[in-house]
């Protein structure tokens, strides 16, 4: 594989099964630098298999993957003195109070940037004395993300980090990586089945259902191509009419409504054939690209 400066991971035909499960089934994706690249699923989709692949946790087993352009197993040294990780757990020493773990800490990364660290420990309100046994759940994620951005890492990996958190930290967590990449240009792989998270951070997104990846591509052109469209008849309905240009349907009688792919043409003939006229047309959610995407996959898969 010929790395592209530009490209921080990049994976292709990437497969791992456990088992008769397929956890990864040929995932190709690339995840340009200076980017918050999202990487959204229901649980157990497969997005924290993939990050392991990233850290070199797991072996690909068939395809391949690269960051920075090298094999994360093969040299993980290389690889992981240049990633922040933080996981839906903290995995941090109890027994220690917070500035006791900064300062041990601080003597593994060369590049440990001090003020950055008391920047952020201040910013997330931390009390430097306290033991991380008595950290809410909220506070230790906090301590993580801190832990993770205070050696400057080129690559930043959150693995769900705001599962189970209160609105007030997952702010602030989120926050604190728009303030990475806007000041700082550095590269977020950012996992969550939160959509509404992933759509206000990231630039780019992977959607991941069964292991394979549905749909991939930058935020804005995803949104761009995808509208939710309302049609009225003027007579119930058993089914919508069938436009190949529709992804999804909702609705029963006299209204259906659709997420459309872009192919609004088609879309508005097919619609005036079955004598339905548009009542409604609208930007749809990534959330409500999300479902549709997936049923979709589901549909296809069956048919096959």
């Not at 109070?97 to 997330?124: C, I, K, M, N």
Request: with cysteine.
């Amino acid at each position: 594989m010929t790395h592209n400066g530009d490209t921080v991971v990049e994976t292709r035909g990437l497969t791992r099964r456990f088992g008769a499960i397929t956890a990864l089934d040929e995932v190709s994706l690339a995840v340009p630098r200076g980017s918050v690249f999202g990487l959204v699923g229901v649980n157990g989709a497969g997005k924290t298999t993939l990050i392991k692949h990233v850290l070199g946790l797991l072996r690909a087993q068939a395809g391949s993957i690269r960051v920075f352009g090298l094999d994360p197993v093969a040299e993980p040294v290389r690889v992981l003195s240049r990633i922040g990780y933080l996981g839906e757990e903290s995995d941090l020493p109890d027994w220690m109070r917070v500035g006791e773990l900064l300062g041990y800490l601080q003597a593994f990364y060369p590049t440990w940037d001090e003020a950055h660290a008391e920047e952020l420990r201040r910013s997330f309100e931390i009390d430097p004395s306290a033991k991380v046994k008595h950290l809410s759940k909220g506070q230790r994620a906090r301590v993580g993300l801190l832990v993770a951005l205070a050696y400057r890492p080129e690559l930043l990996l959150l693995d769900e980090p705001s599962s189970g958190l209160d609105p007030i930290v997952r702010r602030d967590i989120l926050g604190a990586i728009i303030r990475t990449i806007s000041e700082e240009g550095r590269t977020v792989l950012f996992s969550s089945h939160l959509l509404d998270e992933v759509e206000r951070v990231s630039d780019h997104v992977a959607m991941i259902h069964q292991g394979s990846i549905v749909m991939c591509g930058g935020l804005d052109e995803i949104r761009a191509s995808h509208l939710r469209i309302t049609i009225r008849f003027d007579e119930p309905q058993s089914e919508p009419p069938s436009t190949g240009a529709a992804l999804g349907w909702k609705g029963a009688g006299q209204e259906w409504s659709a997420i459309c792919d872009g192919q609004l043409p088609r879309f508005h003939q097919a619609a005036s054939e079955a004598g339905a006229r548009i009542v409604e047309q609208a930007a749809a959610s990534l959330d409500e690209i999300f479902v549709a995407r997936v049923a979709n996959a589901r549909l296809t898969s069956d048919k096959e």
